[in-house]
């Protein structure tokens, strides 16, 4: 097909398919390279178009959800994704048709019975006509049966993994350091959920670890590591052009503003522990 529009008149005239020719296509733009779905704007590779389709949302940030902030490509995706947010009156309407357990919206319920009572065996083997619920069982047919071990390669650099979510994380992390993460409560943005968690504990994590010696209070045992450098004399951070030492890299930074301002950033020396 040479455009989008030669593609939705061929889908409604030959193959009958409901297009409605005065919305917008709604077109995800992706190559393909053998089985994968390649991101044209990023690069990122995934297994699953579903995969494919989540991710483009970052891409294009137009359609904004009331309730939890959440950005869609389109205002479709947005409606779809409200159904998350709803909250029956009668939770009895949620009930599972295959089950008795009941569900606070559609969407958990849908999600339920696809999980639990399926089947969805969207996993098949390249090289016969099984299907798998799991990516994990796939794997190990293939492996078993048809002696094929399934490796994703990363086209920035040498690095292999088994599965495919973990190169595109590792590609996230490493490579285009896409900050997707923001804290809601200062301007700071993060490559890993992990980082923002980590960093939320700043804004309204309990302090947990105290200090014996002084009885101050952290929200983090490295930081209390930290802080018993001070009782310890603990002077790591050497200054390399008059030997003074100081217990804090910050320390050492003001020194060398205020004594030694045309002198370049200094390495970190370790000294042996005192504890």
Do not use: W
């Not at 389709?53 to 309730?67: K, L, M, V």
């Not at 994590?205 to 004399?233: D, S, W």
């Amino acid at each position: 097909m040479k455009d989008v529009d030669t593609l939705k008149d061929h889908l409604r005239i030959t193959h009958n398919k409901p297009i409605k020719q005065d919305l917008d296509a709604g077109v995800t733009p992706f190559i393909t390279d053998g089985k994968e779905f390649i991101c044209t704007h990023c690069e990122q590779r995934f297994e699953l178009f579903s995969k494919i389709n989540t991710h483009i949302n970052q891409h294009y940030p137009n359609n904004i959800c009331f309730e939890c902030g959440k950005a869609f490509s389109a205002a479709q995706r947005v409606k779809a994704h409200l159904l998350i947010h709803e909250t029956a009156s009668d939770s009895a309407e949620h009930k599972c048709t295959k089950c008795d357990r009941v569900f606070a919206t559609r969407v958990l319920r849908n999600n339920h019975i696809t999980l639990v009572h399926g089947p969805e065996y969207r996993y098949r083997c390249p090289f016969c006509k099984d299907s798998f619920k799991r990516y994990g069982d796939r794997a190990k047919h293939l492996k078993v049966a048809h002696d094929q071990k399934v490796e994703y390669p990363c086209h920035l650099c040498p690095s292999v993994f088994a599965l495919c979510n973990q190169r595109t994380k590792h590609i996230q992390q490493v490579h285009t350091r896409l900050k997707q993460f923001y804290c809601m409560m200062c301007p700071y943005q993060f490559v890993t959920a992990a980082q923002l968690r980590n960093h939320m504990v700043k804004h309204v994590g309990e302090r947990n670890f105290q200090c014996e010696v002084c009885k101050k209070a952290y929200p983090r045992l490295k930081t209390l590591k930290e802080h018993m450098r001070i009782h310890n004399n603990d002077k790591r951070f050497v200054c390399e052009f008059c030997n003074h030492a100081f217990v804090q890299k910050c320390s050492l930074k003001s020194h060398l503003r205020a004594h030694h301002p045309n002198s370049e950033p200094l390495k970190k020396i370790r000294l042996p522990n005192v504890y």
